[in-house]
């Protein structure tokens, strides 16, 4: 068969792009190559954060400069306001905490910086190698990247992608400029405070939901996914039939556990939180228990024992039994996740007991019961200290729950099922939803607690 004579002028055009795409420009760190630029210049609100102490977040206009390669740009529908934000974007946090100076010597502080952990909007243009997402698509601009080629993306974990290592000072990219000439760069290649987030293909998961923003914003949350990760995923660990479940803080990711424990099939929820409030919501939302560590902070370990124990064979070995003389006789949680984290200043509602996390987090070690799971995804503030004779032989496994387990690519589209069909509420979490110009405001209820957690619609 004769073959068709090759189209010159479309071969003329990928050989033009290919040697284009050659000549490339890499960040100080040498991940984040430039292919041909795509035209995408525009003015966009973003709030901008420089320098310290309160104040330092402004909403500012900002050119966008051209993208290329794999960058991706999404019209922000709405964002989470995640509380381990706050303290960058308030200016409450000490300067320590969010310096941090590279190699190539730039300093956070210094640099014009948009805040935010994600997000969910709709695709309006895409870099020359993007393959994942196309223009029109609704995506989730999500907490941690899923490149499906890393190391651990090969080994089933998405949740510690190698992408993760490079959101450093040095590794950001200039997405825009400010009016005075001054580059603008991203919080992990993420800034989902602003009318426009500017990221990569491994930061955006494809949704086809037709949720309200403020729902998918909610769902697309790093808490809401640390939370269903842990619990749903199965990653780390997964909850067995009917198990006794313990959930030590129940903010945005607590709360979003609890109900992923509900989901996985636990018939005993045990929520514990010092914030009324937050204990009733998790009793709405799918728990069978509460406990204030601000009452039962002492016997906080042997009540989740004697709950573990309302039903059953009691101390009758040979049946199945297990009783409460210790943790050797099996009592306490078969599955453990600790959500309580440091506080980044003193609340307006009900204090816990140790606002450096490392008490909730000591303590959801040992409320597990032997054989148990314990998943941790606290940012607590210091050192844990445990029994030597418990860590070494208690028979418990502990998951450092970085994003929950959750790989992105594989259970954000299902954690957005289990939202359309009813099994996650999001409404119960999302309990304030504010515009982009009312952003500040709505952040200090987030610190503050005096609200479970809020969206920014933008």
Known sequence: MKRKPVDSSRRGLLVKTAAAGAAIATTAAGTFAQAPAVATQRRFRAWVGRGVGQGRTTLQDVTLRPISGRQVVVRTEACNLCYSNAGA????????????????????VDMAVIQGHGGVGTVEAVGLEVRRVQVGDRVCVVGTPQCGSCYQCLRG?????????????????????LRDGSPVYENSHIGGLAELMVTWEEWVVPVFSKASPADLGMICSCVAVAGLGATVSGTLARIPP??????????????????????????RIIAIDPVKTRRDVAMHVGATHTI??????????????????????????????????????????????????????TPRVE???????????QQA????????????????????????????????????GQYGGANAMRDIPRFVELMEKGQFDVKSLATRVVPLERMLEAYEEVVYRTTITAIMTA
Do not use: K
């Open 89 to 108: 974007v308030l200016g409450l946090t000490a300067p320590a905490a969010i310096t941090g100076t590279s190699a190539a010597g730039r300093n956070l």
């Open 157 to 177: 974990r998405g949740d510690v992608c190698q992408f993760l290592s490079r959101i450093g000072p040095a590794d950001l990219v200039a997405i825009g400029d």
């Open 242 to 267: 009917s198990a006794t479940v313990a959930v030590v803080g129940c903010g945005p990711l607590g709360l979003s556990a609890v109900q992923g424990a509900r989901i996985a099939g636990a018939s």
């Open 351 to 361: 204090a816990g007991p140790d606002p450096t996390g490392v008490l909730p987090m």
């Open 292 to 345: 204030d560590p601000n009452v039962d902070g002492d016997r906080l370990i042997d009540r989740v024992r004697e709950i573990s124990m309302e039903r059953g064979a009691g101390d009758r070995y040979w049946a199945g039994g297990r009783d409460t003389g210790g943790r050797r006789s099996g009592s306490g949680a078969d599955f453990v996740v600790e959500a309580a984290g440091a506080a980044t200043v």
């Open 365 to 400: 070690y040992q409320m597990c019961a032997t054989g148990g799971d314990v998943i941790t995804t606290g940012l607590a503030r210091g050192n844990i200290t445990l029994p030597g004779v418990l860590f070494a032989i208690g028979g418990i496994s502990h998951h450092g």
